[in-house]
């Protein structure tokens, strides 16, 4: 199975700066199928991205997704408040689909 | 608005078997998409337990596979999840969730904390 590696496990930022999430698979991700989810304590995980890039429904432009094969990337261009979290990557182009460990955006 | 909610036991005994059912309301299964299972360990990261679609085929994740059940119940509109032989190990919260035909996941329950105990 394909293993995700998040990075970093932390990062601390203020509001209004730019957070940039990495997350690499162990092998190519078929057909780009990754998604980036927000989970925020004692709630379930949101949808943001699939297909790398594209954007769920309702979520902000300051979100956007990027990259392809192994190297992806989550940037939130303005950290508003309420994007403090913890950010999961998935990947379903290969069977079982499977998550990174999350990257938890702090507040600095 | 698509909503899930979770219900089941809270605890349940090592070597028994956790049952959990996920009620969708404002969408009816039969019409479409996957339905599924994830669960998510105290402090570690998400995992996929399985799916199912309205006709009844179901994917389970291989390292689960020899244990885990779902079926649903379309006149109820309602999914299931047994999970068998149970250990330390299933501690976890677990989410329902409605499945893009992709496997990513869209509208999620709130999840239910599932803690195996003597």
């Known amino acids: 199975e394909i293993v995700l590696t998040q990075s970093p496990g932390t990062l601390s930022l203020s509001p209004g700066e730019r957070a940039t999430l990495s997350c690499r698979a162990s092998?190519?991700?078929?057909?780009?199928?990754l998604a980036w989810y927000q989970q925020k304590p004692g709630q379930a995980p949101r949808l943001l991205i699939y297909g790398a890039s594209s954007r769920a429904t309702g979520i902000p432009d300051r979100f956007s997704g990027s990259g392809s094969g192994t190297d992806f990337t989550l940037t939130i261009s303005r950290l508003e408040p309420e994007d403090f979290a913890v950010y999961h990557c998935?990947?379903?182009?290969?069977?079982?689909?499977?998550f990174g460990g999350g990257t938890k955006v702090e507040i600095k | 608005q698509v909503q899930l909610q979770e219900s089941g036991p809270g605890l349940v005994k090592p070597s028994e078997t956790l049952s959990l059912t996920c009620t969708v309301s404002g969408y009816s299964i039969s019409s479409g998409y996957y339905w599924g299972w994830i669960r998510q360990p105290p402090g570690k990261g998400l995992e996929w337990i399985g799916s199912?679609?309205?006709?009844?085929?179901?994917y389970y994740n291989p390292s689960l596979k020899s244990r885990v059940t779902i079926s649903v119940d379309t006149s109820k509109n309602q999914f299931s999840l047994k999970l068998s032989s149970v250990t330390a190990a299933d501690t976890a919260v677990y989410y329902c969730?409605?499945?893009?035909?992709?496997?990513?996941?869209?509208?999620w329950g709130k999840g239910t904390t599932v803690t195996v105990s003597s």
């Open positions: 969730a409605r499945i893009v035909t992709d496997y990513y996941m869209d509208v």
């Open positions: 092998q190519s991700v078929s057909s780009n199928y």
């Open positions: 199912i679609y309205h006709s009844g085929s179901t």
């Open positions: 998935q990947q379903y182009g290969s069977s079982p689909p499977t």
